[in-house]
């Protein structure tokens, strides 16, 4: 295997790290709206990711330079087509980080009010981007001779690429619905996995469709086995969490999660963009990736960074394992 290929591993499994992490951190955002009946029960919502949001985002920025260093023309035609849906995203992030920090500064109600909506919707608009942009990187974009693309915003809102983003929607609410009943106690844990039923059903539906649709246009072997686990995986976290039993419903649901990430990038491998207008113009990963000396001293830096970050992430979610409830919260 070329170092290029380990490195097209390598970033998918950082998006897959994200998507799990940030995955339950959105579906928890958008549940402050669904779920929560008060500001108590908002403010106990909060508090199961007030420790680990953060961390959590280190995944997109391993993710996003991991990609501008191994393979730059892929990073720039990605960051130029998909420039304002980017834009957008990172304006969401940069906000949902401020309303975590600032929402409980001042005690008015307007004020906290105020940044209880900021993070519901910077939650749920890059819960659904996410699949729109992975939808179009899957499905083809207008790439021309000179890697660039070289289509509209409206090219990008196509069928396919707004059911990825449904899927994806769906998806990490219900991941954040399953996290929230293992997370919390009493009442609002299960309200929790009542919901979480609710939303795997239609969850499930809308994955399956989606996944055969991308089977059918680019799969293989390899990712119809990824297809039948994200199935089998899905199926049985609901079923875990309508049985009461939270951990396995959410080692579920992130399996399902990454085996849905697998896919895409099985479809994808060995191209890394590929163009719609001429299959001779579409980005590999041989005329995308940067040269061999840069990719060995990238080797070498994640084999020894990666270890300390996995470690130190990890000590943070167990020192932070205990449930809250709204016995917890200060009236």
Request: charged fraction near 15%.
């Amino acid at each position: 295997m070329e170092l290029h290929d380990v490195w097209f591993v390598l970033i998918a499994v950082l998006w897959t790290g994200y998507f799990f992490l940030e995955g339950f951190d959105f579906g928890i955002g958008i549940l402050t709206k669904l779920l929560a009946r008060d500001r108590r029960e908002r403010r106990v919502l909060i508090n199961t990711i007030g420790p680990v949001w953060d961390g959590n985002e280190v995944w997109l920025l391993s993710a996003g330079g991991a990609t501008f260093a191994a393979f730059p023309e892929w990073y720039a035609t990605l960051f130029s087509g998909f420039y304002l849906p980017l834009l957008v995203i990172l304006v969401c992030l940069i906000l949902r980080g401020v309303a975590f920090e600032y929402r409980a500064k001042r005690p008015e109600e307007r004020w906290q009010t105020n940044w209880e909506h900021t993070i519901f919707w910077t939650s749920l608009i890059p819960a659904v981007l996410w699949g729109v942009a992975f939808g179009n990187i899957v499905r083809g974009v207008k790439i021309d001779a000179g890697m660039e693309y070289v289509g509209s915003l409206w090219d990008l809102l196509n069928p396919y690429a707004l059911l990825g983003g449904a899927v994806t929607l769906f998806l990490f609410t219900f991941h954040g619905a399953v996290f929230a009943g293992l997370k919390t106690a009493g009442d609002i844990r299960r309200r929790a996995g009542a919901l979480a039923v609710r939303l795997g059903a239609v969850t499930a539906v809308l994955a399956l469709v989606f996944l055969v649709l991308t089977q059918i246009a680019n799969g293989d072997r390899w990712s119809l086995a990824a297809l039948i686990v994200a199935a089998v995986s899905l199926t049985a976290a609901i079923a875990a969490i309508a049985a009461g039993r939270e951990g396995w419903s959410f080692g579920l649901s992130g399996l399902a999660i990454a085996a849905t990430v697998a896919m895409l990038f099985l479809t994808l491998f060995p191209n890394v963009m590929p163009s719609s207008l001429d299959d001779a113009w579409n980005l590999t990963v041989t005329n995308a990736s940067s040269s061999s000396y840069t990719l060995t001293i990238m080797t070498w830096c994640a084999g020894i960074a990666t270890p300390v970050v996995l470690l130190y992430q990890g000590w943070t979610y167990w020192v932070f394992r205990k449930r809250i409830g709204t016995q917890h919260i200060a009236e």
